[in-house]
């Protein structure tokens, strides 16, 4: 999702409270960035980060953490949250294949909301959802592993179903139409409240693994 230049990007993301601008110090310690021992849920591909904002005001007592790989998407974010005071949400600017070297057995569960399809076959490993990904993801939690998906794109969700039931996931509140479903709703991002004003039907899914 990329966005025309913002004016001072490099100056409003450089003096943004929330964003940590050298992440990979933090490694195995990010309890130390949030001063508390709450469980962490991070988003891959936060986008202007709406749906961070929302999560991390309703629930105080979870911390969050955005990614987001290009200067013109992680600006916006740093711009609305001008006009917030929220101490359990930081943000940071890096491409998500560099996950697990900012991470270590310190997450709870991984948001990936309205991912890059990526949609040719040549470019499946980059999916977020792949089992290349996969493999990141397997030092980053705490325990049980938990993501949670939501996307438009009907072809990465049938990708996504077999990626992650092929690498051992169980697959809960498996939707095509969420917003029509008995399923619970988390916050909406900005891509989602479009789609709902287009009646574009959202996919969802909920996937667990023991370790």
Same mark, same amino acid.
């Not at 013109?72 to 005071?85: E, F, G, M, P, W």
């Given at each position: 999702?990329?966005? @025309? ?50 999560? #991390? ?19 916006? #974010?740093?711009? @609305? ?42 470019? #499946? ?19 049980k592993k938990v993501i949670i998906q939501k ?6 969700? #049938? ?25 619970e709703k988390n916050a909406l991002t900005e ?15 909920t996937a667990y693994k023991d370790n």
């Amino acid at each position: 999702m990329r966005l @025309k230049n913002v004016k001072n990007a490099a100056q409003i993301i450089s003096e943004s409270n929330y964003i940590i601008p050298d992440p990979f110090r933090y490694k195995g310690k990010w309890c130390d960035v949030f001063k508390n021992n709450n469980i962490i849920n991070i988003e891959i591909g936060m986008g202007k980060g709406d749906f961070l904002i929302e999560m #991390a005001i309703k629930n105080p007592d979870i911390n969050f953490i955005g990614i987001e790989m290009y200067d013109s998407v992680i600006v916006r #974010a740093a711009q @609305k949250l001008k006009n917030y005071n929220i101490s359990n949400l930081r943000l940071i600017r890096m491409d998500a294949c560099y996950i697990n070297d900012v991470f270590e057995k310190e997450i709870n569960c991984i948001y990936l909301n309205f991912s890059d399809p990526w949609p040719k076959k040549r470019h #499946a490993k980059r999916r977020l959802t792949s089992h290349e990904f996969l493999k990141k993801y397997d030092n980053l939690f705490t325990n049980k592993k938990v993501i949670i998906q939501k996307t438009d794109n009907i072809d990465l969700f #049938a990708f996504s179903i077999e990626s992650l039931s092929t690498y051992g996931y169980v697959l809960k509140n498996v939707t095509m139409d969420l917003h029509n479903s008995d399923f619970e709703k988390n916050a909406l991002t900005e891509y989602e409240k479009r789609f709902i004003e287009k009646n574009i039907k959202i996919c969802s899914l909920t996937a667990y693994k023991d370790n």
